[in-house]
């Protein structure tokens, strides 16, 4: 099954919506993933580190993926192991720009947040809108970022999202997940995941 764009912006929506304002049974949401290591009493950077540390182990073991199942059910055409990992690593994204101050609910934040998920192409797609990223992007500037300008970058995210997860709809992130029963297996793709992180903790936190 070939990716689309518009099949992958879908899903981008519907996995920013369950991470963020949905409670998925088994998983806390992406403020509540937050909170939780936003306790303790180290710096920013150590807690966001702490966060993808933990997020990238327990995505690699055996039966986080596959206990996904009644939430890979989609009305769009994209293979459940896409949709499991972009709503992995979307909920990873969110919880880091929430601990970093800003407004996870808005639109802006939220296309901040896809844009992300393009790993270390991200900062080709802001430079093909003009905003350059070298330290934290605050709140105050994302929100004078016109609505064009979020379309500009949408579309470029999804261009590059199609090429990241392969025209034949298979994970192209090193390793392929395998499908078990429809559900997904143990084997993720760790490194990729930690990317998208770094990223996230580049654009959010500085």
């Not at 929506?13 to 509540?32: M, R």
């Not at 690593?89 to 808005?106: F, S, T, Y």
């Not at 809108?129 to 500009?152: L, M, N, R, W």
Request: neutral net charge.
């Amino acid at each position: 099954m070939a990716l689309e764009q518009g099949a992958i912006i879908n899903v981008l929506d519907w996995a920013y919506e369950k991470a963020v304002n949905t409670k998925v049974p088994g998983l806390e949401s992406a403020q509540s993933l937050a909170e939780s290591y936003l306790k303790n009493d180290r710096s920013i950077h150590e807690q966001v580190d702490d966060l993808i540390f933990w997020q990238n182990t327990k995505c690699a073991t055996s039966g986080f993926l596959s206990g996904l199942g009644g939430l890979i059910t989609l009305p769009v055409a994209v293979p459940a192991n896409v949709s499991s990992v972009i709503y992995v690593q979307l909920r990873m994204v969110a919880a880091i720009a929430h601990m970093g101050g800003h407004d996870i609910v808005d639109d802006k934040v939220k296309t901040f947040a896809y844009t992300c998920l393009c790993g270390n192409a991200a900062k080709e797609v802001f430079k093909e809108v003009g905003i350059k990223i070298g330290q934290k992007v605050t709140e105050q500037a994302i929100q004078k970022v016109s609505v064009e300008i979020i379309k500009k970058i949408n579309s470029a995210v999804g261009f590059r999202l199609v090429t990241k997860f392969g025209q034949s709809g298979i994970v192209n992130l090193g390793k392929a997940i395998p499908i078990v029963s429809g559900l997904i297996g143990a084997t993720f793709d760790a490194y990729s995941s930690n990317v998208v992180g770094n990223t996230a903790r580049e654009i959010f936190i500085g």
